[in-house]
DNA sequence: GTAGGGTTAG
């Protein structure tokens, strides 16, 4: 039988090392600053970047940190391994620059600091920042030539491993660390192979594992550590183990703050939010001063459930206990606002932030796409280039997912054909995924399957319910029923595909077999998700169903509405009874919209605000095609702006029409 | 100016 403890504390022997690198002495000048000509240092299997681009990193990452943007100076002027190890350090804080750490590196080697000798210090930092570039093979060709290793060398390469989710590597050098070196496991050392643990979902036997750790934490004496407690309750959080998170928490010194901030993480993480809002006031009772940690999970809340007034206190109470500036909060600030729906306070939160990152570019570029403003994505991203932050696949794919919001496909098709020559990066699965998403919902259906076939990806099923999803938009039944006949088969139980195939039949008119699929469904024990749409009131968010009277003034939003509906009819508005899936007379069917949860959140909403104030309105679901046009004349007939957030998007309806131009 | 803990975009 496996036995974890046995197997973690068993001495295996030492990871094969990599094959040692080749450091040759270079032609360079003793104080000059660029880099040795040859491959004298450890490189990516990536493009090789020209000489003004290794130029253009190193300056504009070293405008990021003072330390760095010294670093020419003390070069020159005091070249010691201290210096370079305070450098590496640096270089390794925020967003490493690879190109940059490699031209340091270079110049350590140049300088002799790391042949014979003591260099156990500088050598670390090295490889510390080859962990931190996510590159652990090259920190292992560090480690591999350093004479003598200690602790901190030890648990920089577990860290590196563990966090390059390589969990079978991380934890062959964390059973070797004590029989080879000598250096027992410390309260760094948990950390660092814990950050790896509950990353790697797929793996086997996780739970025992990260169970196994725990027992060797607990033998180690260092269950109390505050930084070895956060690190575990953030691996129980990452295996969905909420009792084991409590009771960790419950073990642990609760007055250190970074307990807290794992622990709300932790409920965020398991979509226990109002246990994680608790936890703030908790630690706001005891008195213990929140960090950005804390704030960056707080925003991800009030963002995921639109809760823009949570959001603006949240984001009030940072203004007066954050002094300092961190990218990651300040990221998450920008996309709480956007959750919310508030695009142009998430651009105010971009413009003024001053640590701007990749991921503050990717997260931006993201939010302008979903609310459907690509051009500003476009000039975002030029601008992302001229800074001299090179974008990476996340950028390309928020673009390109930006550009398939607005319909632009000439633009998309482009993009995606020529990422890998002007950018450097070759379509992940995500980055077909989304275009192949956007052949289908601009009714390319037959170019879409013919791509799906070529890539060097097997399609998910996610990838072909998006395809008869567009089936269904473009009316194409018999491409439809045989993606939906092979969904059924790969996963029976999945409402969607139910739906989706009765939606097609149904906007056809073929009520016959819309009504065979429903049966189906009921047959096999089946329910689809409810649709819902919330609305935030003050303090208090209002929830709709469809045909939901349960509302304390249920009454006066139906009189609402129904007047409502008069007046749009009146300027234009045409019920779309093709959205009806069920096959009953045309009034029914034009009844069964009516009372729809989003035109039911908008009445009470219209009810409930002064005249001409912005209602922002939430769905779980895609929204109905005859509700959009419903609020496209709400918005006219009452002159209000309505923002409304889908599953997929936003929608900003102002004076009679959309900014989805009616593409979605 | 000598090296190492928890989290955040998609």
Redesign the pocket.
Known sequence: MFCPLVWLCSAGSLPSPMPPIILPPTPCAANSTSLPAGDAIPHRNRKPTTRRQRCRISVTTASSSS?LS?APA?IA??P????F?????AA??SSPSHSLGAQLHAQAVVRGFLGDGDN??????IL?FYA?CREPDLARQVFDRMARR???????LI?GYA?AGRRDEALALFRCMRRHDRVAP????F??L??GI??NRGGVCVQELGGAVHAQVVKSGLDK????G??L???YA?TGALEDVKAVFDDVDTLD??????MI?AY??CKEEEAALLTFYKMLCQDIKP????Y??LF?IC?SMSMLEMGRQVHAHSLKNITDK????T??LL?MY??CGCIDDAWRVFNSNDVVD??SY??MI??LG?HARPKEAVELFKRMKFSGLIP????L??LL?AFNHAGLIHEGLHLFDSMLDMEGIKPTY?HYACVIDMLARSGEIEESMKTIKEMPFEAETSLWRIVLGACSKHGDIETGIKIAEMLFEMEPYEPTNYILLGNICARLGRWTEAEKVRSLMEKRGIDGDDAFSWIEMGQTTHRFGVDDRSHPISEEIYRNLDRLIGSIKAAGYVPDTSFATHSTEKDRREESLRYHCEKLAFAFGDLASPSGDTLRIMKNLRVCGDCHSAYKYFSLVTGRKIVLRDNHRFHHFYNGACSCVDYW
């Open positions: 330390a010294a003390l002027n005091a010691t391994p201290r210096a190890s305070a450098l590496f350090k390794s804080s156990t210090i500088l050598s670390t930092a510390n931190s200690n602790a901190v060398t030890w648990n920089a860290k966090q410390d309260k760094y050392t950390p660092a814990l950050s509950g990353r550590d505050p930084f070895v956060a690190s309750v953030s691996m990452a703050p970074v307990v807290w901030s794992s993480s965020v993480n960090r950005q940690f804390v960056s999970s991800a963002g961190d990218a990651a909060m990221n998450a996309t956007s959750d990749v991921i990717n997260s993201l939010a979903q990476d696949e996340v950028t794919l928020n997912s995500q």
